[in-house]
T-cell receptor, first 113, second 112 residues
C-alpha cells in the first residue's frame, strides 16, 4: 500500500529563518511526487511535481528536492505570507488509468513577523 | 492559469437527504477525481473517472455515492442519503498526463 508521512506536523519559524519540511514515501512505482500549499478552508494549490531522484525545482523562496525515499521542501528566508499547510502527495505508476494521489497529513507552517 | 471550479462553496443538509456537488474541470483534461478532507485530517481519495466510467474507487465510495459527467463540461458527485460522518470538504480535481492534478476550491458539506 502506498504511504506518505510528513514531518514535522507543525513548524513555527521567525521571519527570515530558513528550514526544511520532510516527506517520506513508499510507493509501488513512483510516477510523480507533488507538493501543494493549502490555506485554511481552501483547496490544495499546486507548487511542484518531481518525477525522478535527483530532481530539484524552485519557485521564489521554495525549493523541492527528491530522493528514492523522501522529498524535502526547503524554505529560504520565509515571510509571514508563507504561512500555510504544505501537503506532499505521491502518484503511483500503474500503467493506463487515472492514477490517484495519496497524501500525507501535511506540515502546518507558521511564520512569525 | 488553469482553474477547476466547484459549486456550491458550502452546502448544509439534513441527515438522509440527497446532495449533488458540482465541478467544472479544466477543459482539456481527461481524468477527473473526487477527494474529501474531514476537518483536521488528510486529503483522501474517493473516486477517479475516465472515458465516462469509474476508473478506481476507495472503500469510502460505497453505494450511497455516485459520479456522473452529464455533459461535456460538468462532473458531479451525488450522495444519496447523507450521514453525519459525510460532513467534510469535498475537492474535485482534474488531470492530463503531461500536466499536474489541479484541485478546485472545495465544497464544504455540513450534515445536520
Amino acid at each position: 500500500e502506498d504511504q506518505v508521512t510528513q514531518s514535522p506536523e507543525a513548524l513555527r519559524l521567525q521571519e527570515g529563518e530558513s528550514s526544511s519540511l520532510n516527506c517520506s514515501y513508499t510507493v509501488s512505482g513512483l510516477r510523480g511526487l507533488f507538493w501543494y500549499r493549502q490555506d485554511p478552508g481552501k483547496g490544495p494549490e499546486f507548487l511542484f511535481t518531481l518525477y525522478s531522484a535527483g530532481e530539484e525545482k524552485e519557485k521564489e523562496r521554495l525549493k523541492a528536492t527528491l530522493t528514492k525515499k523522501e522529498s524535502f521542501l526547503h524554505i529560504t528566508a520565509p515571510k509571514p505570507e508563507d504561512s500555510a499547510t504544505y501537503l506532499c502527495a505521491v502518484q503511483a505508476f500503474v500503467g493506463q488509468g487515472a492514477q490517484k494521489l495519496v497524501f500525507g497529513q501535511g506540515t502546518r507552517l507558521t511564520i512569525n513577523p | 492559469e488553469p482553474e477547476v471550479t466547484q459549486t456550491p462553496s458550502h452546502q448544509v443538509t439534513q441527515m438522509g437527504q440527497e446532495v449533488i456537488l458540482r465541478c467544472v474541470p479544466i477543459s482539456n483534461h481527461l481524468y477527473f477525481y473526487w477527494y474529501r478532507q474531514i476537518l483536521g485530517q488528510k486529503v483522501e481519495f474517493l473516486v477517479s473517472f475516465y472515458n465516462n466510467e469509474i476508473s478506481e474507487k476507495s472503500e469510502i465510495f460505497d453505494d450511497q455515492f455516485s459520479v456522473e459527467r452529464p455533459d461535456g463540461s460538468n462532473f458531479t458527485l451525488k450522495i444519496r442519503s447523507t450521514k453525519l460522518e459525510d460532513s467534510a470538504m469535498y475537492f474535485c480535481a482534474s488531470w492530463e498526463e503531461t500536466d499536474t492534478q489541479y484541485f478546485g476550491p472545495g465544497t464544504r458539506l455540513t450534515v445536520l
